[in-house]
């Protein structure tokens, strides 16, 4: 919010990125309860942002903990396919190209991401035939 630039200006002047909000003469102006009204207005905007960026950052926080749990059972007559999660590193941590599209789907559709173990088990004699990492 910014109350400075032309008078004849309909919509107001929009701060980019990083720029200090200020309201030059603003007391000639502005009575002392509009000031106060103004500011009000920015300390709630500030934090609203604020609880919104925590929120968010809690979300992402939740989504790439990794808690081990099974994810997946499958049985056949002999066997069984199991996947766990796992805290092996994953490929997030090597692909930046695609840490928007992630943190989106995080954030907006409540995605989960980490690495995950897939064991093969052969009920027959109670062995793993086969694991891997995805």
Known sequence: LVLSGS???SLPVLPADGTQVSFPYAGEWLTEDEIRAVLDAVHDAVRSICYQVAEDARRIRAALTTTGQTLLTRQTRRFRLVVKESDHPCWLDEDDENLPVVLDAIVNRGARFSSVEMYLVSDC????????LA
């Open 7 to 9: 008078q004849w200006q």
């Open 125 to 132: 004699i109670e062995h793993i035939l086969s694991s891997g």
